[in-house]
Structure formats: C-alpha cells, structure tokens
C-alpha cells in the first residue's frame, strides 16, 4: 500500500539556520504530496501542497516540490524562526482522499 | 481558511461509559469527513471515513461496533466511542475534505482519557 517516510527527528536548530526535512513516498499511482504542521497544543494545519510531478508549494517561507523522480517531497526553509518549532508531517493523498501520514518530525528552533 | 472544530477538546471518563466527539466543518460544507487516532509521539492512524447519509467506512482493525460514526448533515460528524476502556485513551482528530480545494482541514482534536 501507499506510504510515506519522512526523517525522524526530534531535530534542534538555532534561530536563522537553514531547515530540510525529508520525506519520501511510495505510491501505485499519482497522489497529490502535503506537508501539515502541528504547533503545540493544537491540531494539524495544512502547510503546503503540490498535485503534480514538478510542482512547488510554498507557504511562510517553507517550500517543497513533488519530484516524482526521486518520489520526494523534501520541506526546507532557508531560515527558521522560534516560531517555527512544531511537529511536521507529510502526507500523500491518491484518490480515495485518504491521507497516508508520515510519522512527523518535531522540530525544536532555539533562540 | 476553512475553519474545523471539534468538541468536547478534552474529556474523562470511567470505563465502560460512552463518549461521544463532534466534528463540525464552520464555513464549508463536507460530504467526507475523516476520524484519526493519534498515540503520543506517533503519527495519525486513520480510523474511519465518514460520508454524509450514508454508512461510514472503517480501516481495517477499527472495530466498526465500539467506534460508532454518524454523519447525519454536511457539517456535522460524531464519533462515539462506546463502552470505553482504558486503553481507548487517545487523542482523537478529525478532518472535513473541502471539495473545492479537495484538501482536508483537521479539527483541533479531542483528547480522552478513560479511568
């Protein structure tokens, strides 16, 4: 079945560093890639997306681009904030609408 | 953004009770929504899907008999956990797919802790 891998964290960065955070997909189709975001103590928020092969999505900084070559979806930030800590996850959706998540990344950004 | 909320946001209760978890999609309107479980440190493991006016469909080893889902509008989704033990303690979220976007907007979520 579908699946998504992404790095296991917790990872730890100063203010202003630059952020990756892998993640990769296994899919039998074309599924459409999501990056969520869960800041402490709340639920999940939508990111970013991308629907096709080649797309970048982007949002308050954070990129991403569905790379159906390498079935990646890598989020990177060129320099994180404080308010930046949180859990990500990826997540793949095909076209059930289901969403297939990764394990999440928590992400500690250190003044 | 599309705007989800859930409610109770926490609740206790004794083993053997039932709890019920609404879900309400605020300013759109879902014909689909989702029901995740969610353990400490881990990821979302999706339970069920629910379809408004008709039946729920349950992810394999979700029993369909103590996690009961009624989508009776397209705002509105419960869950039911009925007679609840212990380790039925969880964080429960969920999600309404907003068909324009086809993307799903998650719910704060319900954590519940079952004495």
């Known amino acids: 079945g579908d699946s998504v891998t992404q790095m296991e964290g917790p990872v730890t960065l100063s203010e202003e560093a630059f952020l990756t955070i892998n993640c990769t997909y296994t899919?039998?189709?074309?599924?459409?890639l999501f990056w969520y975001v869960q800041y402490p103590g709340e639920g999940l928020q939508l990111l970013l997306k991308?629907?096709?092969?080649?797309d970048k999505g982007s949002n308050k900084g954070f990129e991403a681009t569905y790379r159906k070559e390498t079935t990646s979806f890598h989020l990177e930030k060129g320099s994180v904030q404080v308010s930046d800590s949180a859990v990500y996850f990826c997540?793949?959706?095909?076209?059930?609408?289901?969403?297939?998540f990764g394990k999440g990344t928590k992400l500690t950004v250190n003044p | 953004g599309a705007v989800v909320s859930q409610h109770p946001s926490w609740v206790i209760c004794k083993s053997g009770t039932s709890v019920k978890i609404e879900c309400r999609s605020l300013?759109?309107?879902?014909?689909?929504m989702f029901w995740y479980r969610q353990f400490p440190k881990q990821s979302l493991m999706l339970m069920a899907t629910?379809?408004?006016?008709?039946?729920?469909?349950?992810e394999q080893g979700v029993e369909k008999d103590k996690f009961l889902i009624n989508h009776a509008s397209l705002t509105l989704s419960t869950l039911t956990v009925t007679s609840a033990h212990p380790e039925d303690s969880s964080f429960y979220i969920c999600?309404?797919?907003?068909?324009?976007?086809?993307?799903?907007?998650f719910g704060p979520g319900t954590r519940l802790t079952v004495l």
């Open positions: 997540a793949l959706s095909d076209r059930s609408e289901k969403l297939v």
């Open positions: 300013d759109f309107q879902a014909t689909t």
């Open positions: 629910s379809n408004e006016g008709s039946k729920a469909t349950y």
């Open positions: 999600s309404a797919l907003q068909g324009s976007t086809d993307t799903q907007y």
């Open positions: 899919a039998t189709g074309y599924p459409s």
């Open positions: 991308a629907t096709k092969a080649d």
